[in-house]
């Protein structure tokens, strides 16, 4: 349980860290980023407070989709339906300034008061299967699988959602360009790190890959110029910080939670997965003491994992 619960946390950590209004969420620069940290005695000394580290809206999301998942449900219809309802509730509950516009968009598409269609919404290139890879990957976390695994078990089980969609959604046409693009990216990127074929091996990175280097690789990942943007670089970034940081979570926030692109999404990502493999033990605690929306955090990760063993 304790796992499940630093995930909802350190996801909210990750997300206030990278979103990070007082180090100045626009930042073009991820070497400018890495030193903000130290000008208020690193990350040992720091407090999150929500007066001046407040979330964004991918936490207020995140805790929304669990709230709905904790529900008593009687099909995954009914499912999407209160999810529906809840992300057009939250969204209107939230200040301007804390929504990216591509959540406004997605938001605005859904239809709460339609029963049949009410998630039914146009095809999204930006998000696309980024929430499969993440969902992927946080279950890899729960099973233990070996972190150098998990891509290559994530491209595997792409071509199964594939199908999945032939039978269920019936313009498919505009989504085969971008599954292929969403599978080519990734594999490149397990062929540059050397994991793409089942090995033992650790991942591979370049000599020289500080703060300046990640953001040219991070940038280079992207498709839009701004490393997170997207469905495909946002969980790829997060997962090369794990694989990176091994085990380090300063590493990490080094890696996913101050760089020059969307940090605010790859951190939330790294964070959460990092609290499924490693808890809180190596997380200083000022980071999560006095997050905002604590104690709900803990409650919806605890909920979720008794849901999660109440049956298989």
Not at 182 to 189: D, L, R, S, T
């Amino acid at each position: 349980m304790e796992k499940f619960q630093a995930a909802m946390l350190l996801g909210a950590v990750g997300d206030a860290l990278g979103h990070g209004r007082a180090f100045g969420e626009d930042s073009a620069s991820g070497p400018e980023v890495q030193k903000e940290p130290g000008k208020v005695g690193g990350l040992d000394h720091l407090v999150l407070s929500p007066e001046k580290w407040p979330v964004s809206d991918n936490t207020i999301m995140h805790m929304t989709t669990a709230g709905a998942l904790v529900t008593d449900f009687w099909s995954l219809d009914d499912l999407y339906r209160e999810m529906v309802r809840r992300y057009v509730d939250a969204l209107e509950k939230l200040p301007g300034q804390r929504v990216d516009p591509a959540t406004v968009e997605g938001c605005s598409q859904l239809k709460p008061d339609n029963y049949l269609l009410a998630w039914h919404t146009p095809f999204n290139e930006k998000g696309f299967l980024g929430s499969l890879c993440t969902a992927l990957f946080a279950s890899y976390a729960v099973q233990g699988k070996r972190l150098e695994q998990w891509g290559r078990d994530m491209l595997r089980t792409v071509p199964l959602a594939e199908e999945y969609c032939k039978r269920t959604i019936r313009h498919l046409a505009e989504y085969q360009e971008h599954w292929f693009y969403f599978e080519a990216k990734w594999q490149f990127y397990l062929e540059e790190r050397k994991i793409s074929e089942d090995t033992e091996n650790e991942a591979s990175f370049p000599d020289r890959y500080d703060a300046e280097e990640r953001d040219k690789t991070y940038r280079k990942w992207s498709s839009e110029g701004r490393g997170g943007r997207r469905g495909h670089d946002a969980p790829m970034i997060a997962y090369d910080a794990l694989l990176g940081a091994k085990g380090s979570w300063t590493e990490l926030c080094r890696r996913a939670m101050f760089h020059g692109g969307e940090s605010g999404a790859t951190g939330a990502i790294a964070g959460c997965l990092f609290g499924l493999l490693h808890g809180l033990d190596a997380v200083p605690a000022g980071l999560y003491r006095a997050l905002e929306h604590r104690e709900e955090l803990r409650r919806l990760g605890e909920v979720l994992y008794r849901r999660s063993t109440e049956e298989k």
